[in-house]
Structures are given as C-alpha cells and as structure tokens.
C-alpha cells in the first residue's frame, strides 16, 4: 500500500525569498507526523503545500495516491480527503457551529439534511462540544471554537488531517482540551501532520517528529530520538531554547 | 470698543467663559426665533404650505397610489442595481483582466453622469436606437438600477474584501470549489458588513426615483414628487408638495434608523458576535 502522503523535492518561493528549498516527506497510513522547528522555518508553508493551499513552486505532492501538484488534478476533490485546522481556527463566522459542520457536507459532498446533520453532531459529541450545536462561533472560547473547526473537519470524513498550529492561539488553560481531542483521534487511527510548538505533544502521541529548518527537513525520527536525543547542532539549539527558554 | 469693555483687568475663568459663549448661541438663536416669528407673514405662509383642505384632499391619493408607486419603482430599482452590483463587484476582482476593465469603466461612467440623463436616455433614446418600447416599470428599474448599480459595485467589493482570508482557506479546505466559497462563506459575510451602506443607497434611490417624471407619466403612475406637482396646477399652494416631502421622510427616516441599528449590530469587525 502506498504512502497517505508523498512530498518530493519540494520547493516554494514567495517571490525571492525560497522557504522550503527542497522537501521529502513520506507520511504512512495511520502515521502521527509532528513538524516542529523555529517560526519563519517554513513548516506551515511545508503543511499548507498539502492541500495545495499554497502552490508548489516545484517538487512533487501525492496525497493517496493521488498527484496534486499534476496539471490536470482536480484539486477540490482531493481537498474533501484531507481535513485542515488552522491556527486561528476559521470558522465561518455567519454561521452557527451545527450549520459550520453541515455546510460543505451538503454543499460539497451532497449529503441530504438529515444525514448531514447526524453526521455533525456525531462530531461535536467527539469533541465534546454535543451541548453547542446551536452556538454562535464568536459566543465559544478559542479553545471550543478549536474543537469545532476540527469537528468540522472531521465531519468531511477525511482520509488524513493536517494540523497548522492548532494551541498557538490559544489561552494556555484551553491547550489541553484541544490536544486531548488530537491524542484522541490519534488513538482511533487518524492520519495525522501536526506543525507544533506542543513538544510534550510531540513526544507522547508522534510516531516521527521532523525538525525543519530554513527551508529543509534537517533531522527525523521517533521523537525520543529527535527530541530526547537530537544529532544536528541545529536540533539542539532549537530545542533548548524551546524547552528551557530562560537559559537556566 | 466692545473687545476693550469685555477684557477686564480680573481674567474671568474658563468656566465662566465658556458660559458666556454659550449664552451668546442661544441668544442668537432666540433672535433668530423671534424675527422669524415677527417678520414672516404668516398667514400667507399657512395659506401657502399648510392648507388644511388642500391637505385633505390629497388623501388617500398621496399614500395608496403615489407612495405605493415610489416604494415600487425604488424597489425594482434597487433589486436589480443589486444585482447587477454584485456581478459588477464580482468583475472588478476577477482575473481576467478585460473583465476589470469594463466594470471600471462602468462603474467610473455611471457614478460620474447625473442619473437625469440615464433617465433621459433610457426613456427617449433606447426605444428609438433599439425599437424598443419599455413600459414605464421596466424603464425605472433599469435606470434606477444602472445607476445605483455603479455605486453598490464599490460597496460590495469593499465588503467582500473585508471578509477575512481565513474564511476562504478553510472553505476551500473542505473541498469548495472558488466560486462555492464565494457564494457559500464569502458573500454572506460581506452583504452583513455592507448592510449599513447598501440602506443608505437605498435612501439615495428612494429620492432619484422621483426622475422617472421626466418620461410622462399617466395618473395612476405618479409617485410622490410629480403627484404633488400635478396637484399645484389644482390649487393655489404648495401644500401638495409639502406632503409629499413628509411621505418621502416616512420611508426615508426608518430606513436611516435601520442602517443604523444595523451598523451597530454588524458594523466593525466582520467577526463581531451575531447572535
């Protein structure tokens, strides 16, 4: 069986500036990728090359089995497997949280009402978000509106989600509710690429943790080895101004 | 003289200064009131503009025919203005360049000429260049909407690109194609942060329905303004024309009053609570 998610060569440049020169990133079924590295690294751009949210400069990205970056690919389509949650969640303002899971299940994937709507309160019950299916987004926390938008995504039954930062926004006392949804889902078997800042995350639910810096996928493997016991120079100056940002 | 009485050798305070200003305001203001009072002749005023049989006579005429008439060509007007407004905005952030510049063009156009000579050129020229004959609805609503279309094109655009970037990102995230996402998430976003200009176009509107006069009218096709224009020929005030002007304020100040409420529901961010 094929990767969930094959990157090769991948390259990105907004205008002269190259954020990632040259990417491979092999994601398996059922695999728990975190990308972790310095901001202006070019692991969100490396995510939102995914789903093509931003488009390749060069390199090849195959999402099950599918090539995306190919001409003729229908992208949309491809997006309808491929959940995102965004860093400042995105939910659709004018819309209640049960119509912000209903909507493109009936516009894109042309569920009837009833079905959709089952399906929807399927995922704010998994989120644990059952009781606010009639919520305004702007009435929920950061931390609610977070569960939602990945109840939302869910609700598209996605093959494999991809996670931009999905706790950078929020306060720290609502960090682990969202995280406890994503061990979950974890758990069941999600396909998953998470860009963190989470190294506790990381180090608990990853399978493989990728470092990326300026541009390049600079060291990988099972977190106790990326994170517990770095090899690049660069890993390891990351990592202890993450883990111990007072120098003590 | 004066300027040498009023500066004493103790300064007055700034309170008491500003007491001062205001008096002199509101004894301007009483001078105002009582020469207007003493110097007007009233009752050619009254006889002129406050004829109560004259008055009486215009009813129910003025409310279930001219009102009527101007709230329904104002509303043909203003639907497809809307209308063509959005596909006008639409045009203006397309990629396809030409499509940019005819909505520019046109919208540069019919902001710029007075909508009298859309009127005029709706009512006299098409039907001769184009042999054909509009009726009298069809004749507002495309002149009306031509015109209101120009300037709701730039309201709408400004409103679309309010609606923050994130909200195309995850509706196209979830499979939408551009033109679902624009329907489906951005649209209904930007008509809640345009709501409060688009009911001041709609005054605008309301008032150059009035034009339609230029194309003679039949009796029971008189909206406010040339009903109360017909009906000085009547009589010898302008008592008419005083009524109508009431009649245009009893659609007018609600629509304001709306437009403002709406601005304090939906107005500033375009993430505000809707609850």
Redesign the interface.
């Known amino acids: 069986m094929s990767a969930m998610i094959e990157i090769s060569g991948l390259v990105k440049s907004f205008g002269p500036l190259e954020v990632l020169r040259g990417v491979d990133v092999r994601v398996e079924r059922g695999e728990v990728v975190c990308v972790i590295g310095p901001s202006g690294s070019g692991k969100s751009t490396l995510l939102r090359c995914v789903?093509l949210?931003e488009r390749p400069s060069a390199g090849q990205v195959v999402v099950d089995g599918v090539e995306l970056t190919h001409p003729d690919a229908d992208v949309?389509?491809a997006?309808?497997r491929?959940?995102?949650v965004?860093q400042?969640f995105?939910?659709?303002?004018?819309l209640d949280v049960l119509a912000n899971l209903t909507?493109?299940q009936r516009?894109?994937?042309r569920r009837d009402a009833a079905e959709a709507d089952r399906i929807a309160r399927e995922n704010l019950e998994r989120v644990g978000l059952g009781d606010k299916a009639g919520a305004?987004?702007?009435?929920l926390s950061g931390g609610q509106q977070q569960r939602v938008?990945i109840a939302?995504?869910l609700s598209?039954d996605p093959e494999v989600m991809l996670f931009d930062e999905p706790t950078s926004a929020l306060d720290p006392e609502l960090v682990g509710d969202v995280l406890g949804v994503m061990r979950r889902l974890a758990d069941e078997g999600m396909t998953m690429l998470v860009v963190t800042h989470e190294m506790q995350f990381a180090r608990e639910v990853a399978d493989r943790v990728l470092f990326v810096d300026a541009g390049r996928v600079v060291e990988q493997g099972p977190p106790r080895e990326v994170i517990g016991a770095p090899q690049e120079e660069r890993t390891r100056a990351f990592l202890a101004r993450v883990l111990n940002p007072t120098g003590e | 003289m004066t300027a040498a009485q009023a500066a004493p050798a103790a300064k007055p305070s700034r309170r008491r200064r500003a007491r001062a200003v205001r008096a002199v305001q509101y004894g301007v203001l009483a001078a105002v009131a009582v020469a207007a009072a003493l110097l007007a002749d009233w009752g050619r005023i009254a006889a002129a503009f406050f004829d109560l049989d004259v008055a009486a006579a215009q009813f129910p005429g003025i409310i279930t025919s001219a009102l009527v008439n101007t709230v329904v060509y104002t509303a043909l007007g203003f639907a497809f203005g809307l209308a063509l407004g959005v596909v006008l905005a639409l045009m203006r952030m397309s990629s396809v360049a030409p499509y940019r510049w005819i909505a520019t063009a046109y919208v540069e156009f019919f902001r710029g000429v007075p909508a009298l000579l859309v009127f005029i050129a709706l009512g006299y020229g098409v039907p001769i260049a184009f042999q054909l004959a509009f009726d009298i609805y069809s004749t507002v609503m495309l002149s009306l909407g031509l015109v209101g279309a120009a300037y709701m094109a730039e309201t709408i655009r400004a409103g679309v690109q309010a609606v923050?970037a994130?909200?195309v990102?995850?509706?196209?995230?979830?499979?939408?194609?551009r033109g679902?996402a624009m329907v489906?998430?951005v649209l209904?976003?930007a008509f809640?942060i345009v709501l409060p200009p688009l009911t001041n176009e709609l005054i605008l509107l309301t008032k150059d329905s009035s034009l339609i006069y230029l194309l003679g009218l039949s009796t029971g096709q008189y909206e406010l303004a040339k009903f109360g224009r017909s009906a000085l020929t009547e009589y010898q005030s302008l008592t008419p024309i005083l009524l109508a002007g009431l009649c245009y304020l009893i659609i007018t100040i609600p629509l304001s009053r709306l437009s403002d409420r709406l601005e304090r529901r939906y107005g500033g961010r375009?993430?505000?609570?809707?609850?």
Do not use: C, W, Y
Not at chain 2, 270 to 275: E, L, M
């Open positions: 789903n949210l949309d389509a997006r309808r491929i959940g995102m965004f400042g995105n939910l659709f303002s004018h909507v493109a516009k894109v994937l305004m987004p702007a009435q938008a939302r995504a598209m | 923050p994130g909200q990102e995850a509706a196209r995230s979830l499979g939408m194609s679902r489906t998430v209904p976003q809640r375009p993430s505000t609570p809707t609850p």
